[in-house]
Antibody
Framework: EVELVESGGGLVQPGGSLRLSCAAS????????MTWVRQAPGKGLQWVAN????????YYVDPVKGRFIISRDDAKNSVYLQMNSLGVDDTAVYYC??????????????WGQGALVTVSS | DIQMTQSPSSLSASVGDRVTITCRAS??????LNWYQQKPGKALKSLIY???NLQSGVPSRFSGSGSGTDFTLTISSLEPEDFATYYC?????????FGQGTRVDIK
């Protein structure tokens, strides 16, 4: 059974840093792209970043470019999100998801339960 | 960025009702449209991908249709476990974007 478990969330002051982790199990991790999606309190979903199966390619939404870094460790079946220069607008639940590529679309087929990041002084 | 607009934003329905949620893209996205279900405290769940393909394990009462800019998610007969928020998402052009969500609650 596919399982994704996020950790590392918490309270951080504006300008601070935080590193989220996502531990994957139940599938051959190195074969898949992985992604982070966030959801601000009471708001909708926003795609944040993707990383390809070997970690060479990363893609980011504009508001986090230059501040966030997505990475992976296939030996640990884990994907990470290093978040720097955090602002109050980064307050959200951050979800890890597996990315599935198909002939007709690309989509997130499995999701974790999320990690809450609160940026506040 | 491609804007995704869902309607309605919320609806009230009864068990057994047929429910339809629409999603409109600000430009053509072919069939690169996916649907997800979110329940409080639970992991999001993939329902439909590629406009109309049912994710494995999802009940057949869920269906999707559409192409280009207009898409629909239909629940043919609402079950108690279907009360949730539903999101559409386009993966045609980056950044991938979501609709604002449609909350389905009990009438």
């Amino acid at each position: 059974e596919v399982e994704l478990v996020e950790s590392g969330g918490g309270l951080v002051q504006p300008g601070g840093s935080l590193r989220l982790s996502c531990a994957a199990s139940g599938f051959t991790f190195y074969n898949y792209w992985m992604t982070w999606v966030r959801q601000a309190p009471g708001k909708g979903l926003q795609w944040v970043a993707n990383i390809n199966h070997n970690g060479i390619e990363q893609y980011y939404v504009d508001p986090v470019k230059g501040r966030f870094i997505i990475s992976r460790d296939d030996a640990k079946n884990s994907v990470y999100l290093q978040m720097n220069s955090l602002g109050v607008d980064d307050t959200a639940v951050y979800y890890c998801a597996r990315l599935r590529f198909g002939s007709t679309t690309n989509y997130f087929d499995y999701w974790g339960q999320g990690a809450l990041v609160t940026v506040s002084s | 960025d491609i804007q995704m607009t869902q309607s309605p934003s919320s609806l009230s329905a009864s068990v057994g009702d047929r429910v339809t949620i629409t999603c409109r893209a600000s430009q053509s996205i072919s069939i690169y449209l996916n649907w997800y279900q979110q329940k409080p405290g639970k992991a999001l769940k993939s329902l439909i991908y590629g406009g109309s393909n049912l994710q494995s394990g999802v009940p057949s009462r869920f269906s999707g249709s559409g192409s280009g800019t207009d898409f629909t998610l239909t629940i043919s007969s609402l079950e108690p476990e279907d009360f949730a928020t539903y999101y559409c998402q386009q993966s045609y052009f980056g950044p991938w974007t979501f609709g604002q969500g449609t909350r389905v609650d009990i009438k």
